[in-house]
């Protein structure tokens, strides 16, 4: 009997479990679901080397180099270093063009904003046709860009368009909205927040239906006014959801090409000129292309959105913090 109780003993001893490897076939299971794990994100990967990261180490490429048409074709640029950037930055175009682009930018996410959530509180009161009215606000965000471009082109046309036929029938004389320098801008301006207001109503709306209702019902028997519930209740529980739909706003509008290129081609006289539509006329736009110049404007951009990136990421760290 005692060495059949000393055995048990050290069968029982915790070091000696410890130590023991797992069986093969548990070794068999982490190993293939492993290669599992790697096959799901192999298609990931592959989409992101292939259409982000191979495409911003081009674009960084052509910017750090002297790039011809005949060089782009064959290769043997020379290395330029830092000299596109500085042509860029010291151009007398650079300072309006960028100050387009600020204007553009802020003034559709202001109005894109605000008006999208005056709609998405307009349909959060639910009531008759509330689902058919929204789906067709969304029609702007579904057009192609090149429909509703030249939708509006035909809409503020200076001879035949229907925003100054109505103009004139209350007595305001014609605006020339596509060729005059002072509005030309307003012009691209208006046509870009028609077609961000549906995406910005969609955001905001799906964040008010996460909002509980019993807050509300709660601020009511405190007596709150509609104002108040907005200011005190509605914004600060939609801070999230406002601030990522602001960054993606944001990201959108940088690089916004199509619509100012097919209503007014930055003109007349670059007067709705964004870095946008500036970087595709040094790369294309020229009898004699400057590759260099024109990658070197779109990184510029692209360090634009990467800084309202990691502004979001800061801000989102400091409301996690509270």
Not at 71 to 100: E, I, K, M
Not at 149 to 177: E, F, I, M
Not at 194 to 210: E, K, R, T
């Amino acid at each position: 009997m005692p060495p059949t109780t000393q055995t048990s003993t050290s069968a029982r001893e915790p070091g000696a479990t410890a130590t023991a490897a797992p069986p093969a076939p548990v070794r068999a299971r982490r190993r293939r679901g492993r290669w599992q794990a790697w096959a799901f994100l192999a298609p990931v990967t592959v989409y992101l080397t292939a259409f982000y990261a191979y495409p911003l180490y081009r674009n960084v490429e052509l910017s750090l180099r002297e790039y011809t048409v005949r060089s782009f074709v064959q290769g043997g640029a020379p290395f330029a270093g830092l000299d596109n950037y500085r042509t860029v930055l010291t151009d007398s175009a650079f300072g309006p063009t960028l100050a387009h682009t600020v204007v553009f930018t802020g003034a559709s996410l202001f109005f894109q904003f605000t008006i999208g959530m005056a709609l998405a509180l307009f349909f959060h009161n639910h009531f008759p046709l509330s689902r058919t009215l929204r789906a067709v606000i969304l029609i702007p965000w579904l057009l192609p860009l090149i429909v509703s471009a030249s939708t509006w082109s035909w809409l503020l046309n200076s001879d035949s368009g229907l925003v100054n036929a109505a103009l004139g029938v209350v007595g305001v004389d014609r605006v020339n909205w596509l060729t005059s320098p002072g509005w030309s801008l307003t012009s691209v301006i208006i046509a870009n927040v028609w077609i961000g207001i549906p995406f910005n109503l969609v955001v905001l709306h799906s964040g008010l239906q996460a909002i509980p209702t019993e807050v509300y019902e709660a601020s009511a028997l405190d007596g709150a006014t509609g104002w108040q519930r907005f200011w005190s209740i509605t914004l600060p529980l939609l801070r999230p959801v406002s601030a990522i739909t602001l960054l993606l706003g944001l990201v959108y509008t940088l690089k916004v090409f199509d619509i100012i290129w097919i209503m007014t081609r930055g003109g007349p006289t670059d007067s709705s000129a964004t870095l946008a539509t500036w970087s595709y006329r040094l790369g294309f736009g020229n009898l004699l292309p400057e590759f260099g110049p024109g990658a070197a404007v779109g990184n510029l951009l692209i360090v634009m959105a990467l800084v309202a990136g990691l502004g979001y990421i800061r801000f989102q760290r400091r409301q996690d913090l509270r």
